[in-house]
Each structure stands twice: as structure tokens, then as C-alpha cells.
């Protein structure tokens, strides 16, 4: 599987998890809660902004992780100048584009482990209810890293699929990738209990 951190390090890889998970909750709440097109676009170029420390290859790399949401965006601003209400397709665009590159940012510059061990400091209560604190953390970082597993296999299949196809691949590719995600989904199980499962 992928690593999403990134091996270029920033002024942001020294910070420690549990705050920087913390200011991605306060910020995303705060978002959530502008409307305005403008101060939005100015909160989404400041996010731009934090990725410069590390440098060209860093926004590069950070770029490329955001790809994926580009043609979400373009659906919502196509539905909006249809609906005609562009203020608001405006809004809702700049408000995902800010806090998924926020997001990414903290996934970028936080070890996957540090993740995890923060989850499941928070999620500790939970086991008098009988949850396991270790189990929900490993889901959350399996999700988290098999997200640009999923988006390098649909690339791939695509690219597979205009090789042989003049025709565009949409639909067709649902059934293999999904196949594909449950294929991946049992290797990564039989790891987990080869070493001894989650304890």
C-alpha cells in the first residue's frame, strides 16, 4: 500500500498529531460555517500558502494527492451555473477545495502511526462498551490509506480501458475495481492475522 506522508519535510512534520488533528477539526467547523465566496476564497489561498514551506516538489506532490477532486468540483459548479446560483456553487466548491487541502496537508506531515495512536487514546472510553480502541484506530488508517490505493487502481484500470476502447470507460470499470478492493481487502486480513491480529 501507499504512504501518504510525504518524504519532504516541512516546518509542519515537527508539529505532534494530536494538535494538528485538533486544528483540522476547529477548522473544518469554522468553514463549515462561511458562506461567503470571498472570504472563502481567501481561507482556501491561505491553505495554498501553508503548503510553501516545503517547497515546489512539496506543492507538487500535495497537487497530485488533490487531484481526485477535481471533477467533483467541476460537477458542483456545472449544477450551480445551471441552477443558476453560481454565489452558492462558489461557496460549497472553495469550502471542499479548503478543507480537503487542509486535510491533506495533516496527512502529508503526520506518520500514519502517530495517527493511529491518537485515535485510539481518544477512543479508549469506548472500551467499557466493549469497543476496542486498537481496532477502530487500525480501521481509520486502513481507510485513509487505501483511499489513493483506490484512485492509482481507477487510473489504472481507465488507462487500461482507453487501450483497448475508443469508448470512455464510466461505468465499466465499477465491478473490477471493486472486485479489486475486496481482493485487497482480504490480503490486508490475512496479514492482520498471520501477525497475530489487532490484540
Not at 46 to 74: D, E
Not at 137 to 162: K, N, Q, S, Y
Not at 178 to 189: M, N, P, R, S, W
Amino acid at each position: 500500500m501507499l504512504t501518504l506522508t510525504s518524504p519532504v519535510q516541512t516546518p509542519w512534520h515537527r508539529l505532534p498529531a494530536g494538535p494538528k488533528l485538533a486544528g483540522l477539526l476547529a477548522f473544518t467547523l469554522v468553514l463549515f460555517g462561511i458562506d461567503s465566496p470571498l472570504v472563502l476564497a481567501a481561507i482556501l489561498a491561505a491553505v495554498a500558502a501553508l503548503y510553501l514551506p516545503g517547497g515546489l516538489a512539496f506543492v507538487r506532490h500535495g497537487l497530485r494527492m488533490l487531484r481526485p477532486l477535481v471533477p467533483f468540483v467541476a460537477i458542483v459548479a456545472a449544477w450551480h451555473l445551471w441552477t443558476a446560483t453560481p454565489e452558492t456553487g462558489a461557496s460549497i466548491a472553495l469550502r471542499l477545495v479548503a478543507g480537503i487541502g487542509a486535510a491533506n496537508l495533516v496527512t502529508m506531515t503526520t506518520r500514519l502511526s502517530d495517527m493511529i495512536a491518537v485515535i485510539e487514546r481518544l477512543a479508549a472510553p469506548l472500551h467499557r462498551f466493549g469497543l476496542n480502541p486498537r481496532l477502530l484506530a487500525m480501521a481509520v488508517a486502513l481507510v485513509i490509506r487505501f483511499i489513493p490505493v483506490m484512485g492509482d487502481r481507477v487510473a489504472r484500470l481507465t488507462e487500461a480501458w482507453r487501450a483497448r476502447s475508443p469508448r470512455r470507460a464510466g461505468w465499466r470499470i465499477v465491478l473490477p475495481a471493486t472486485l479489486g478492493a475486496i481482493d485487497d481487502a482480504e490480503q490486508v486480513a490475512q496479514a492482520l492475522r498471520a501477525r497475530g491480529g489487532l490484540g
